[in-house]
């Protein structure tokens, strides 16, 4: 049974920084990837990761500001977080899929397992 455990949220000002991290169990899973869900809103992916290429993707409203990395040794995925706005407030999950999954794989629909989600607040 996979595993999946977040930690790193917190409460920073707008243009601060914060690093998420999601301790996984096992390391056969195909992609990773980082989800955010905002009150009232629906979940949105925010950056992925296919483990067998390397290859990263992002979602607009990050790219360029937010960078998904993964430690093999650790199993653990991260997501660096600079420049954060108060738009980006929200709970903020963990998810792989034993799957292929097509890219950007910012679905919620292509992940099978979850964390249990890490609060990031930003305030103005």
């Known amino acids: 049974q996979a595993q999946l455990v977040e930690s790193g949220g917190g409460s920073v000002q707008a243009g601060g920084s914060l690093r998420l991290s999601c301790a996984a169990s096992?390391?056969?899973?195909?992609?990773m990837g980082w989800f955010r869900q905002a009150p009232g809103k629906e979940r949105e992916g925010v950056a992925s990761i296919n483990t067998r290429t390397g290859r990263t993707y992002y979602a607009d409203s990050v790219a360029g500001r937010f960078t998904i990395s993964r430690d093999t040794a650790n199993n653990t995925l991260y997501l660096q977080m600079n420049s954060l706005k108060p738009e980006d407030t929200a709970m903020y999950y963990c998810?792989?899929?034993?799957?292929?999954?097509?890219?950007?794989?910012?679905?919620?629909?292509?992940?099978?397992?979850w964390g249990q989600g890490t609060q990031v607040t930003v305030s103005s």
């Open positions: 096992g390391n056969a899973y195909s992609n």
């Open positions: 998810a792989a899929t034993f799957r292929w999954v097509i890219p950007p794989g910012l679905l919620a629909t292509d992940y099978g397992y």
